[in-house]
């Protein structure tokens, strides 16, 4: 009997990665990483981050169930309808921009290869006002969560390195679990 070839699910399309930085924010100084930037080559993941990349504030950005923040480029192209403007990977702070993925079903628990490194779907986002900020608009996270387009944030489940265009392979899909838009959604609904 031979094996199943593995599924694909998506292709890297970028990594991304960047320092925090001081900014201003209604006459306040704050740190943010959230201005990430495509990089070239091999990055290697390990720990809770990629190479190169840093969080702000590790209490509510990062650690181990936010180690790797995934973001859709069809979810670019819809925003940039939305905008009226393109938008450059990295813009959402995402470590790896995807192609050919529906982010929002992605399941918790899911897991895929990517590179060397195998990650594990965690939740999906709730953006802080920091999304805002980088945007140039206050209230873009409200407008960012109504859209329904979270993105998925990943555990390091194992190390290993990855680079633009690897694909992103289907290790496991727990099915009886449940898509990041329904984790989304049920978050909404506790919050109002």
């Known amino acids: 009997m031979t094996a199943a070839a593995p599924l694909v699910v998506a292709r890297v399309v970028s990594v991304n990665v960047g320092v925090p930085r001081l ?25 809770v981050n990629l190479d190169g990349d840093e969080q702000a504030d590790r209490r509510v950005h990062g650690g ?21 403007r393109q938008l450059e990977p990295g813009t959402f ?20 290869q990517v590179g060397s490194t195998v990650l594990e779907v965690a939740q999906p986002r709730t953006p802080c006002w ?11 996270p409200a407008r960012f969560l109504a ?19 690897d694909e992103v392979v289907s290790l496991h899909r727990p099915d009886d679990r449940p898509s990041l838009a ?3 959604v049920e978050r909404a609904r506790r919050r109002s």
Do not use: C, Q
Request: charged share 30%; glycine share 16%.
């Open 23 to 47: 900014v201003e924010h209604r006459g306040r100084r704050a740190r943010t990483g959230i201005w990430k930037h495509p990089v070239a080559g091999r990055v290697a993941v390990r720990g």
């Open 64 to 84: 181990p169930d936010k180690a790797v923040y995934a973001y859709a480029s069809e979810d670019y192209t819809w925003w940039a309808a939305e905008l009226g």
């Open 93 to 112: 702070g995402e470590n790896l921009t995807l192609e050919g993925v529906d982010l929002r079903a992605a399941r918790v628990g899911e897991r895929w």
């Open 130 to 140: 920091k999304l805002g900020l980088r945007m140039g608009d206050d209230e873009f």
């Open 147 to 165: 859209a329904g387009r979270p993105g998925a944030y990943l555990r390091i489940v194992g190390e290993g390195e990855l680079g633009a265009a």
């Open 182 to 184: 329904e984790v989304a």
